[in-house]
Structures are given as C-alpha cells and as structure tokens.
C-alpha cells in the first residue's frame, strides 16, 4: 500500500535591530532612546515557500519503506548582506518491525545553497553575537542504522536493548575568503563540527515497578573550522550513564542519574575562546510526581 504526503508552508519573515549608545566615553545617557542617541540600525527580510514530499510503501505488515524530499530553510539572522539557509533534504529508508523488534536503515542527502552560519555566545570566534555569515554550496550525507529489542521477551525481567549508529560526511562545495566564523575554506573542506561516526548502546532491566538502564555514546572527534589546523580539532569521546527509577505509587516515583559515569575527559569544543571540556561527573536524584 502507497503512502503520499505532499506539503507546501510559506514564511515571510521581517527582522529589525536598533542599538542605542550605551559605551562609556561615547554617550552622556546610556539609557537615553532618543534619536540623537541612535548606534546602529540593521534590517533583514526574507520570503520563501517550502514545499516537501513524503512517499511510504509497505510490502509487508511488517517491512516498509519510505523517502522524502523537502525543501530545508533558515532564516538569517537581521545581519546586512546574508542571505538564508536553503537546501533540499532527500532521505529513502527501510523499517522493520515484528513484536519486540524494530529496525531502521536510512540513507540522507543534504543539498545545500547557503549554509548559514551565526555567531552567538557558544559557537563562532572573534565576531559579534548576532552575526552570520554565508558558508555558500555544501553538502552533507550519510546513513543511520537503528535497531531495538527487548533481549528477554518472556521472562519476568524485561531487557531492552537498542543501539543507533549514524554516519555523516559534510563538505564545503565551493572556496571562501576567510570569515570570522567559518574560517578560510577550500572546497572538499570539513563543515566544522559534524562528526563522521555517532554510536549510542543502551540496554536496561525493567520490572513491574523499577526499571535501571546503562547507556554508553560514541561521538567522533570533530574539526571546528573548515581548516581543520593546529588547535582545531575536538576529542573523540565515549560517556558512559546509568539511570534508575522506582514506582512508589500511581503518582510518585524515585529517580537517580550519574553521569559520564567514569569521569572522561575530552574537549568537546574549541569556540569561541579556546578548548571547551565535556561536562564532568555529574550525580542527580529526586522524587516526581505525577496528577
């Protein structure tokens, strides 16, 4: 049986920024509004319609496959001269399911523009928040596997297991001059960080009114400019966490987290002012409630 889906969404979107002076020596009222106190005014406007399709076939109950194509967009922010993120996604897949078994395989394509880059206090180097920067032609692509079972499916212990891998290769189609936030860049450049390999295992014990579960995830090193130099790089890492819960009552339950169980240590970001860790060790417990 055939699934078609087709869309179409149109956005109009007006942005405006109006700084007033409020530097020391340059303004005698910094909470003046006043025209005469004006600093800058910046404006962006954008329009775009978005279509997108989505196709499902089902072969049998239990095997499918599906594919999609769909316009992406991102509005700039209300910086001068940037233009928005467009790209056009393609995904085709097959899915997978009988009782306590689940599985997916997926293959995607990113075909982009302008790939949009804005600088805000976590991300970008040596600009101002609120910035972007146009990262013109790039293409991302790859494939994600995800598999899910409960390993135990007639015992009195349930044990649910699940792993998803993901797979990504993303590179700059075009040469840029040097920007503040993407670097200066060659195509078949890295975009800065994607990582190429993702893994995350999970498996737990449920009961009939507890369950405890221990997750361990994988995210490969990754560059942080298109450069990929000395110093522009990330750690690849593995996190291990453990959780539990106890059901005291319909509406009560206790709960427990410890976090990167065994205390890695990676740098997990290199902007904006120099190499960023992961977080550390991190132990949380609680009572919720539920009505």
């Known amino acids: 049986m055939w699934t078609v889906a087709p869309g179409i969404r149109f956005e109009s979107i007006e942005q405006k920024r109006t700084r007033y ?12 509004r006043e025209a005469d106190n004006l600093r800058d005014v910046r404006k962006n406007d ?4 978005l279509p997108g ?9 239990e095997l499918s496959a599906f594919g999609g194509i769909h316009k992406g967009f991102s509005a700039p922010s209300n910086a001068p001269n940037v233009d928005a993120e467009e790209a056009l996604n393609y995904e085709l897949g097959l899915r997978f399911e009988r009782d306590a078994l689940k599985a997916e395989l997926a293959f995607f394509y990113s075909d982009y523009d302008n790939l949009l880059g804005e600088c805000t206090a976590s991300s970008g180097s040596d600009c101002e928040i ?33 792993i998803s891998y993901t797979y990504i290769n993303g590179e700059f189609d075009t040469d840029i001059a040097d920007t503040d936030f993407f670097g200066d860049v060659s195509a078949g450049d890295p975009v800065p960080y994607l990582p190429d390999h993702q893994l995350t295992l999970t498996v737990g014990l449920e009961g009939i009114r507890w369950d405890a579960f221990v997750s361990a995830n994988y995210v490969d090193a990754v560059c942080t400019r298109a450069a990929c130099g000395v110093f522009e790089k990330t ?34 970001a290199r902007q904006p002012y120099g190499a960023r860790p992961n977080k550390d060790v991190t132990a949380s417990m609680g009572i919720r409630f539920s009505f």
Do not use: H, K
Not at 46 to 49: A, E, G, K, L
Not at 133 to 162: C, H, I, K
């Open 21 to 32: 002076e409020i530097r020391d020596g340059l303004t005698l009222d910094p909470a003046s």
């Open 53 to 61: 399709l989505g196709i499902a076939y089902d072969f049998t109950e």
């Open 235 to 268: 750690d690849d890492s593995i996190v291990v966490d453990v959780a539990g819960r106890y059901r005291i009552s319909d509406g009560a339950e206790v709960f427990a987290r410890v976090e990167n169980l065994f205390g890695a240590e990676d740098i997990v």
């Open 46 to 49: 954008t329009q775009v319609w």
């Open 130 to 162: 609120g910035d972007a920067f146009n990262g013109d032609a790039a293409t991302v692509q790859g494939v994600e596997f995800l598999l899910a079972s409960n390993l135990n499916p007639r015992g009195r212990l349930s044990v649910p297991f699940d």
